[in-house]
């Protein structure tokens, strides 16, 4: 329990009536405190009774299924069950995986200069112990009030981002009820019986379909590629002999040739580094929860090209596998694995994946490697994994290239110790670049670019693959 303003004015009042009984020579003062303090330890009384029968719940009000970085409206639903009023002060609490979203009229109030949306990002030690994590709504800062209507709903309406994957149990809601005198606050414990999935987020672009030209300057037969008849169009000059249709040519009394539809049918696999270093920030997300995204997406553009799309993760042991499928099923079983990851804290060995990707995959395919190419102790067991699937596989190393190491290796200096910051910078982005030509000299495509344009770089290394017909 506490004291509310007004018992305090009642506390006040009744020793500045005794400090006045014992000072003045009136007898009739003597016993004038205690009349306030009859009615407030009265009114303490009753408000503890009335408690008892005052019921309020809360609930979130929130989809089913969130999707991880993607914006997620909510709200928290307080039920007045009760025949009055009720005050409530609460203190909201967020599972570990989602963070409150800042809008840009918020930054303004507090005093923050922002021209983007920005993401609050909670104390480190609770997100990585996993525990929840107190925010304050309005003005994330403090505790909220509101007033709940008897017999009606009352909603406190935010925004949040979804930011690790897997099940999110809702924690209960600290809380404390106004009494019907105003004399006090009354702890209460909201309990919400909530649970909500965050899942990889979906493909919310079209994606063409890669397509090429149906004909070259020298037809070549292709491993892999099948063809079947697209169109009868008129004779061109240079058109292959074997492409002419006789049949139509007597018909129409002019050379006909046959063109063709060409196709592909790859076998990729996505593995995802879910070491120690894939906790790092980037963006909105961690790294594990940007590959995720991206596998999950990369999936979806896959399987329209009839493409064979897998999936395998990885730190120091392998914990998720889905071997390459077509469809609609092999997008689904992605996703259902996907949402069980989490970071682990040892140390990635991309040698022992590189092992039990050679069992996996029987045929040349395209590997897509998300992990961290810039890592000094990566940097030996990342280049023997490669040598190791390429050949006969055709590998691509994708990760986070973060601005801003750079911009503090091109930072004006303004303090003695921003020279040796840089300097650090520097040494970090040359040691960073000779990693990633060490993994080109043995034919692998690397991409490292930052993590609003990661995904971007892959989609459009996967067309360039698939249009000059490196695999298959």
């Known amino acids: 329990m506490h004291l509310a303003q007004r018992a305090y004015v009642l506390l006040i009042l009744t020793a500045a009536l005794a400090v006045a009984g014992l000072w003045s020579e009136e007898g009739s003062l003597a016993g004038l405190w205690l009349a306030p303090a009859i009615l407030l330890l009265s009114?303490?009384?009753?408000?503890?009774?009335?408690i008892r029968g005052t019921f309020v719940r809360a609930d979130i009000e929130i989809g089913p299924r969130a999707f991880l970085g993607r914006a997620q409206p909510a709200a928290i639903a307080f039920h007045n069950e009760s025949d009055r009023d009720v005050r409530v002060e609460y203190v909201a609490v967020l599972p570990s995986g989602f963070e409150p979203l800042i809008?840009?009229?918020?930054?303004?109030?507090l005093g923050r200069d922002s021209k983007d949306t920005r993401i609050v990002t909670p104390v480190e030690g609770a997100r990585a112990s996993g525990k929840?994590?107190?925010w304050a709504h309005p003005l994330w800062s403090g505790s909220s009030k509101i007033t709940?209507?008897?017999?009606?709903?009352?909603?406190d309406a935010f925004d949040l981002i979804p930011s690790r994957l897997g099940m999110q149990r809702w924690p209960s809601i600290p809380s404390r009820l106004r009494g019907r005198f105003g004399l006090a606050w009354w702890p209460r414990k909201l309990t919400i019986e909530r649970e909500t999935?965050?899942?990889?987020?979906?493909?919310?672009?079209?994606?063409?379909r890669p397509t090429g030209a149906p004909t070259g300057m020298r037809p070549r037969r292709t491993e892999g590629a099948g063809s079947e008849l697209h169109q009868l169009r008129a004779y061109l000059p240079g058109d292959p002999l074997g492409r002419i249709d006789w049949k139509a040519t007597a018909r129409r009394g002019r050379l006909v040739s046959r063109e063709f539809s060409e196709d592909q049918h790859l076998d990729i696999l996505v593995a995802i580094d879910a070491g120690r270093l894939s906790r790092i920030?980037?963006?909105?997300?961690?790294?594990?929860g940007l590959f995720a995204n991206i596998a999950a997406r990369f999936a979806e553009s896959a399987?329209?090209?009839?493409?064979r799309i897998g999936l395998l993760v990885y730190s120091d042991r392998t914990l998720a596998v889905c071997a390459p499928d077509r469809g609609v099923a092999a997008v689904a079983r992605m996703r259902r694995a996907l949402e069980r990851l989490s970071v682990q804290s040892a140390e990635s060995d991309p040698l022992a994946a590189a092992i039990q990707i050679r069992s996996m995959l029987r045929h040349r395919s395209l590997i897509v490697l998300l992990t961290d190419p810039e890592d000094a102790t990566l940097a030996e067991p990342l280049a023997r994994a490669v040598r190791l699937l390429s050949p006969p596989h055709m590998v691509v190393v994708a990760g986070v290239h973060s601005p801003e190491i750079a911009a503090l290796a091109n930072a004006e200096a303004h303090d003695w110790l921003d020279p040796w910051v840089a300097l650090a910078a520097q040494e970090?982005?040359?040691t960073a670049q000779q990693y990633r030509e060490r993994l080109r000299r043995l034919g692998t495509p690397v991409i490292a670019a930052r993590e609003d344009l990661l995904e971007r770089a892959v989609f459009a290394e996967y067309e360039r693959l698939r249009r000059s017909r490196r695999i298959g």
């Open 303 to 307: 399987t329209p090209n009839d493409d």
């Open 428 to 430: 970090y982005e040359f």
């Open 148 to 155: 709940v209507p008897k017999r009606n709903v009352a909603r």
């Open 103 to 109: 809008h840009e009229d918020a930054e303004k109030s």
């Open 197 to 208: 999935p965050i899942a990889p987020d979906t493909l919310r672009i079209p994606v063409q």
């Open 43 to 50: 009114g303490l009384t009753l408000e503890s009774l009335y």
């Open 281 to 288: 920030r980037a963006g909105n997300l961690d790294r594990l």
């Open 132 to 134: 929840s994590v107190a």
